[in-house]
């Protein structure tokens, strides 16, 4: 067999020319920007701003207020925003002009724990036998200090603010924003493109990938949005052959690449985009860093008073966006939960996102199995347990909602009988989601639904899907391993069967 010819040998003619790769072609995502990238960027890039770096103006104190402006006025013509950005201002500026400081919110949730804090007093004085006046003097004084500290907040709400949302002629805002934008905003797509958008968006919703899957449990307008802001931005970086710096204040997973929960950057697919799309590279900056950067780079004053209220504004925010929680701070709380056999509480967490938040106290029983002689009382405590845990370690925040809450009809012949029990409404949409995505169970088996291979008085043997806990009629039995590697069986509807392949993996009849 003749060997092939070394390089060595071949006359310069038939040497072909490769042009080999550097340490970062093709991992750019991965390089830390440079204090130079910075510099080329805010002098000669695309700066673009998302929406909420526009609604969080009306949250600033206004110092701050006129420094983030200022930076804005200086970059001129570098600075753009995308079309849908400025339709999702539009749509959510008198919202939170309704209340810019979240005092209405904090004074809603002072009296539902004044509330709460009221019943459970009541109910701790019954089973004491504490007598009616003494009761009723322990009720007045947690009364009269929530009443005092309710009417403090009160005195800070922003009055001023309601005019601005009837009169756009007042807003000090939008006037700072008028002249600095003028000229500076895109267009918006075109039918077919907007139209192609949407199916786009959706199907990479349902793939889990960026940008945007994190809302695809929002309806298809809202689910789109981020995708919007991204196609727009591929489209106007492409026009201007410009590197492109993205102001924002979201955290999702769907935007920036996390190590160890800390923000690294840009996803890499979507920086990998962006260069096939447009040529160009992709840096993302939160609106705090943006400001410290712009002030060094740009010459001009930005006041540390005012980092330091964009950092505060920021944060407060993701503490109180989906009551505090994550998507994978309240997966890991219901992977807990299931380990350490608290899986009827979990079933009831994510029925909950079904029925509105509200689970029955008949459900409960149902799902659990329980007899009708067994009491409810501490069916709260795992997830209080976890909850606590979880903010301990910073996990999720301190002022995190908690999960999973008794309800009390105080008018009823027991009062002290939780009549069911609600999930925090702030979590419905990440529970959405977490349902959407999850499939916490590896199949073994399966076969055509028997109610004799499960436990009598359960979901299953009632006919009914356990595997969701969605009151659908079950059609199969599985047997699998759920999280923690233990081996449970379950019943499950239709949708288990596609969500699983159950027809493809196991013979299952096709009447079924």
């Not at 020319?17 to 830390?32: H, I, K, N, Q, S």
């Not at 609604?55 to 206004?62: I, K, P, S, T, V």
């Not at 570098?78 to 079309?83: C, G, I, N």
């Not at 007899?371 to 976890?386: D, Y």
């Amino acid at each position: 067999m003749s060997q092939p010819a070394s390089t060595a040998s071949r006359s310069p003619e038939t040497i072909t020319e490769v042009t080999m790769g550097g340490l970062f072609d093709g991992f750019e995502a991965y390089r830390t920007p440079t204090e130079e990238d910075y510099q080329a960027l805010l002098g000669d890039g695309l700066i673009v701003l998302d929406t909420n770096v526009l609604l969080n103006l009306y949250r600033y104190n206004d110092q701050t207020r006129e420094d983030l402006l200022s930076v804005l006025r200086k970059l001129g013509d570098r600075l753009w925003v995308p079309h849908q950005v400025m339709r999702e201002f539009w749509q959510n500026r008198e919202a939170v002009l309704r209340d810019p400081r979240a005092t209405g919110t904090t004074i809603q949730e002072l009296t539902e724990q004044r509330d709460r804090g009221t019943r459970s007093l009541q109910t701790w004085a019954n089973r004491v036998g504490l007598p009616e006046e003494r009761r009723a003097a322990l009720i007045s004084i947690l009364g009269e200090a929530f009443s005092a500290v309710i009417a403090g907040v009160e005195e800070l709400a922003d009055d001023e603010a309601i005019e601005f949302a009837r009169d756009t002629n007042k807003d000090a805002v939008l006037s700072g924003l008028d002249e600095i934008l003028r000229g500076r905003v895109g267009l918006p797509l075109v039918a077919d493109e907007h139209r192609d958008a949407l199916s786009e968006a959706k199907r990479r919703g349902e793939a889990r990938l960026p940008p945007g899957y994190m809302d695809s449990a929002k309806d298809e307008e809202k689910a789109a949005g981020d995708y919007l802001v991204w196609v727009q931005i591929l489209l106007e970086a492409k026009r201007r052959a410009k590197d492109v710096l993205l102001i924002t204040g979201d955290v999702k997973e769907d935007w920036w690449r996390r190590e160890q929960g800390e923000l690294r950057g840009p996803r890499r697919e979507l920086i990998d985009e962006l260069r096939v799309s447009a040529g160009t590279m992709l840096y993302m900056l939160r609106p705090d860093r943006f400001m410290f950067r712009a002030r060094s780079i740009l010459k001009i004053q930005v006041r540390d008073e005012s980092l330091e209220d964009v950092e505060r504004v920021d944060s407060s925010l993701l503490e109180t966006e989906n009551g505090g929680w994550t998507a994978e701070a309240l997966s890991s709380l219901i992977d807990r939960l299931n380990a350490e056999g608290a899986g009827v509480q979990s079933a009831i967490i994510m029925r909950a996102c079904g029925s509105e938040g509200f689970v029955d106290r008949e459900t409960v029983y149902t799902i659990g199995g329980y007899e009708g002689t067994r009491s409810l009382r501490g069916f709260t405590r795992p997830v209080n347990r976890i909850t606590r845990e979880f903010r301990d370690r910073g996990i999720v925040s301190e002022l995190a909602d908690d999960v999973l809450t008794a309800v009390y009809d105080e008018s009823s012949a027991n009062p002290g009988v939780a009549i069911g029990f609600r999930v925090s409404s702030n979590l419905l949409q990440l529970i959405r989601e977490l349902d959407r995505r999850s499939v916490p169970y590896e199949v073994i088996d399966a076969k055509a639904f028997d109610r004799e291979d499960h436990r009598p008085n359960s979901v299953s043997y009632e006919g009914l899907c356990s595997l969701h806990g969605c009151g659908e009629a079950a059609v199969v039995t599985i047997i699998c391993h759920d999280r923690a590697g233990r081996q449970v069986i379950l019943s499950a509807c239709e949708r288990g069967v596609a969500e699983y392949e159950l027809r493809e993996r196991f013979v299952i009849p096709s009447e079924v």
